[in-house]
């Protein structure tokens, strides 16, 4: 079993604003964050969840080094809802060696080498002589700017398997922690809008032409967003005694298909099935899961499957990727926020813009908000590959 971990402070930041509070207010008024694309120069007849550019400012000359979208979105998270200040407390408390940084990320800064690329010089193809891969576009870059920005030195690393990236950096800290190498961890991650991720997905058929509709009868791709999220876990101490915790962990790579999910979810399952098993809890105990719910046809079917399988039609779901969009690597924290949102102000989110319910999908899906308390989430992430994670997270246990 997992030993539980305090989740002390959280931020999020996508395109339903900056910080909880926005995240929040847009779920409860049924404000979704998708519009048509109109990003860089794409011409795609699909929608995104695009954070507003004015927003997105320029790093501190300081950090100048990391300059690049993905980094301002993620700078635009440490700096809400008090976090930075959160972490820099404990790094008083434990040190700033011993504060781990574990993040996820899909595509990392590939926008800004993107831009690099169409600036090559015209005779030899050299790219320009200010662009820095290591720093931008490098997958480790997040984590290094973060520990930059933070002031902190402790291990650090990032996942990279697709879109359960920032999902499985919590099972990473939860054994860095227990093993002694930090007392306490930095968790989240980025990602950003590029034209690689936009026409890939293009390619692949998989973009909805309208905004996506997870679970619905229509349903015909996923659209894609962009955001970033930070969580501080610690182990449980007087400094955080109300705060919600992580309770369980479960990860599984079924490697079925590179793209397609496993077609009876058997991935999906294990990983759920691991989750209730770290937390120590059975599926009865479940109050609200957030599904990974994508929008696309094989997607949400096979994870209707392994969901019933476990759960039958008793625990209320839904999937929020209609408010946010798929964040890609991010989407594993944001989704794990909102369900710590659902947990402090007692909301099931509905499904936004999910209008007629698939008839093959049995489960207790909430396509309107409900209101009920809330004791415990779990969270699912299922990444290209067949790298799933589950989360649960709930209230301290008395």
């Given at each position: 079993?997992?030993?539980?971990?305090?989740?002390?402070?959280?931020?999020?930041?996508?395109?339903?604003?900056?910080?909880?509070?926005?995240?929040?207010?847009?779920?409860?008024?049924?404000?979704?964050?998708?519009?048509?694309?109109?990003?860089?120069?794409?011409?795609l007849d699909t929608c995104v969840g695009q954070m507003a550019d004015a927003a997105l400012r320029p790093l501190?000359?300081?950090?100048?080094?990391?300059?690049?979208?993905?980094?301002?979105?993620?700078?635009?998270?440490?700096?809400?809802?008090?976090?930075?200040e959160a972490v820099r407390a404990a790094a008083r408390?434990?040190?700033?060696?011993?504060?781990?940084?574990?993040?996820?990320?899909?595509?990392?800064?590939?926008?800004?080498?993107?831009?690099?690329?169409?600036?090559?010089?015209?005779?030899?193809?050299?790219?320009?002589?200010?662009?820095?891969?290591?720093?931008?576009?490098?997958?480790?870059?997040?984590?290094?700017?973060?520990?930059?920005?933070?002031?902190?030195?402790?291990?650090?690393?990032?996942?990279?398997?697709?879109?359960?990236?920032?999902?499985?950096?919590?099972g990473t800290a939860a054994r860095m922690i227990e093993a002694g190498f930090c007392d306490a961890a930095v968790v989240g991650g980025a990602d950003s809008l590029c034209l690689t991720t936009l026409y890939g997905f293009g390619s692949l058929g998989l973009l909805a032409r309208g905004p996506c509709r997870p679970f619905d009868a229509q349903r015909d791709g996923i659209s894609i967003g962009e955001g970033a999220a930070f969580a501080l876990?610690?182990?449980?101490?007087?400094?955080?005694?109300?705060?919600?915790?992580?309770?369980?962990?479960?990860?599984?790579?079924?490697?079925?298909?590179?793209?397609?999910?496993h077609p009876e979810g058997a991935g999906a399952r294990l990983a759920m099935a691991r989750a209730l098993d770290s937390a120590g809890l059975a599926p009865g105990d479940l109050d609200y899961i957030n599904l990974h719910g994508t929008g696309t046809k094989a997607n949400d079917i096979s994870e209707e499957q392994a969901v019933y399988a476990l759960f039958g039609p008793r625990t209320p779901a839904s999937s929020t990727k209609g408010w946010t969009g798929h964040t890609l690597g991010a989407s594993g924290i944001e989704e794990a926020i909102i369900g710590l949102l659902a947990l402090e102000h007692g909301l099931i989110?509905?499904?936004?813009?999910?209008?007629?319910?698939?008839?093959?999908?049995?489960?207790?899906?909430?396509?309107?908000?409900?209101?009920?308390?809330?004791d415990t989430v779990m969270s699912n992430s299922f990444g290209f590959g067949g790298s799933n994670c589950t989360l649960i997270l709930g209230r301290p246990r008395r």
């Open positions: 079993m997992l030993q539980p971990l305090v989740i002390s402070h959280y931020t999020i930041v996508n395109c339903l604003g900056p910080g909880k509070a926005a995240t929040l207010a847009a779920l409860e008024s049924g404000r979704s964050g998708l519009q048509p694309c109109a990003f860089e120069d794409a011409r501190p000359d300081a950090l100048a080094e990391y300059e690049c979208r993905n980094h301002r979105i993620a700078d635009l998270a440490l700096l809400q809802d008090g976090f930075e408390r434990y040190g700033a060696a011993r504060i781990g940084v574990f993040l996820g990320t899909s595509t990392s800064g590939i926008l800004h080498t993107e831009a690099a690329y169409r600036r090559r010089e015209a005779e030899t193809g050299a790219l320009p002589a200010g662009f820095r891969y290591a720093t931008t576009h490098n997958t480790y870059a997040l984590a290094r700017f973060v520990l930059d920005r933070l002031g902190l030195s402790g291990p650090s690393l990032v996942v990279s398997t697709a879109c359960s990236s920032s999902a499985k950096v919590f876990l610690e182990k449980p101490g007087s400094h955080a005694a109300r705060a919600c915790m992580l309770l369980g962990v479960g990860e599984s790579s079924d490697a079925y298909h590179m793209s397609a999910p989110p509905g499904s936004a813009h999910t209008r007629q319910l698939d008839p093959a999908v049995r489960l207790d899906y909430a396509i309107e908000n409900r209101s009920a308390r809330i």
